[in-house]
């Protein structure tokens, strides 16, 4: 495939931007097991995100992916009750399907010009059966952010049933306006925070993610990590540190927006060009836009086709339950970004020249 904008995060960092000339500390790094949740250097510069978070609040996984694994795995089981945001990254909805449990969505929706959560449809969903409700803000796929007031709604809901949260937040830090998205850690006793480096920071190959809960769930997590993966790998704990260093991060965060900031106007042009086929709410966050289209065509097969005609991958609006939708990444370098919305163009022009 030659272009790929199935991506959801900006356009990778590389080794030589984090270290500058490769130090010798980085050479000698022993290639030796890490410490399994994470060392505690680590832990503690995650913590420093979080207010009022210390070392022992933070587990240290192998990718968001991994935090929202081990979560799911350790609380649901056949017959348990998970609300569930959609749309949303589905691996926490296949991961409650796999592990039996009974998954009640909440949808976002279209409304005022915005993706909001319908509130009392996730009120008449959680009742007294319900263990865990699992949000992402920044949400993927539409780039909606939870305003704080909805947060605190959300925390509201589940404490009348003392059910846990889930906010998988990897997104946090790549808002468009540069508003740090609020977390939902601090409001409610009972949250799991998911984030990780794969997204805002542009480092999905380090495979470095975290979870942030009370500490006695952190430990528990803790053995379940064990049992998956042991232990981050050495060196990506070590370049994470690195990457986390307050002025390190403000320069990772800020490449990030600069490269949303110049990016969705291109997005913003296409999809004014094409308007008989598309349109859009534009994202508060992350690298993807999830476009509605108009043509008569099932979202995957549309895939399909401009994967084999144009070498160019999308999502499909079908893997999110969602046929008339089509997700976009737009964190690649300009001329890259542009040549793959052409191709669309042109998939669709021949597809309705078909007809
Ligand atoms: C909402 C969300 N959570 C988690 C992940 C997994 O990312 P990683 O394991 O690289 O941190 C993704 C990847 O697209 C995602 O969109």
């Known amino acids: 495939m030659e272009y790929n904008l199935s991506e959801s995060g900006v356009h990778p960092f590389r ?33 420093a995100i979080y207010p009022r978070a210390d070392a022992e609040n933070v587990l240290v996984t192998n990718g968001s992916s991994e935090a ?14 998970v609300v569930v945001m959609l749309p949303n990254y589905m691996q926490i909805w296949g991961l409650a399907k796999t592990f039996q449990a009974r998954v009640k969505p909440f949808r976002l929706r279209e409304l005022d010009g915005e993706w909001k959560p319908d509130i009392r449809a996730l009120r008449r969903a959680v009742g007294r059966q319900t263990k865990l409700i699992a949000v992402c803000n920044p949400n993927n796929p539409t780039g909606a952010v939870i305003r704080e007031e909805t947060i605190d709604e959300v925390c509201d809901i589940a404490g ?5 949260i889930l906010s998988d937040e990897v997104y946090q830090g790549a808002e468009l306006d540069g508003r740090m998205t609020p977390t939902f850690w601090g409001r409610y006793k009972k949250v799991i925070v998911v984030n990780g480096l794969s997204k805002a920071y542009g480092l999905p190959g380090l495979r470095i993610g975290w979870i942030v809960t009370v500490r006695d769930l952190a430990n528990k997590l803790w053995a379940y990590h064990d049992y998956t993966t042991i232990c981050p790998t050495a060196l990506g ?35 004014d060009s094409n308007r008989d086929d598309f349109s859009f709410l534009p994202p508060k966050a992350g690298a993807i836009a999830y476009l509605k289209y108009r043509f008569k065509m099932n979202s995957s097969k549309f895939v399909e086709r401009l994967l084999k005609e144009k ?8 893997d999110f339950g969602m046929d008339e939708y089509l997700r976009i990444g737009y964190g690649s370098p300009r001329e890259y970004l542009t040549v793959g919305l052409n191709r669309m163009s042109e998939m669709v022009g021949q597809i309705k020249k078909e007809r």
């Open 15 to 47: 080794v030589s931007e984090l270290l500058g000339d490769m130090p010798v500390e980085f050479l000698n790094h022993s290639l030796g097991y890490s410490q399994t949740n994470g060392t505690e250097e680590l832990r503690k510069t995650v913590a």
């Open 68 to 81: 929202n694994f081990v979560t799911m795995w350790s609380f649901l089981g056949r017959g348990t009750e």
């Open 160 to 164: 009348k049933v003392g059910a846990w």
């Open 237 to 271: 704990d070590y370049l994470a540190r690195k990457a986390l260093q307050p002025e390190m991060r403000a320069k990772i965060l800020a490449r990030t927006r600069q490269i949303l900031q110049a990016n969705l106007p291109l997005v913003e042009d296409w999809v």
């Open 311 to 318: 070498s160019t991958l999308i999502v499909p609006g079908d």
